[in-house]
């Protein structure tokens, strides 16, 4: 279980769809149902994989949600965020 999600969103940016696990940082990268699945038992985790494969539209659209929330993540929401916390302070 990987705390932060770093490969997570990595994988994301290259159009990954993830489906993983409810836990860590997962959840923070991950928005269920829109960009990735996040699972809770092997019956879930059997049931997105299962679904993605099954629904190449499904998996489309959830490949180009994954690209676009991967860029929440990256270097220049990063400058972003510094700033309005100085600007804050």
Known sequence: MEHFGITTGEAMS???????????????????????????????????????IDNSNLWQKMSQSSIKRS?????DKFRERVKQIINNI
């Open 71 to 75: 860029q929440d993540f990256g270097i």
């Open 14 to 52: 290259a159009g990954c769809v993830p489906i993983t696990i409810n836990r860590g940082g997962q959840p923070e990268i991950v928005r269920n149902l829109i960009d990735g699945f996040l699972w809770n038992n092997t019956e879930e985790l059997i049931k997105y994989t299962i679904e993605l």
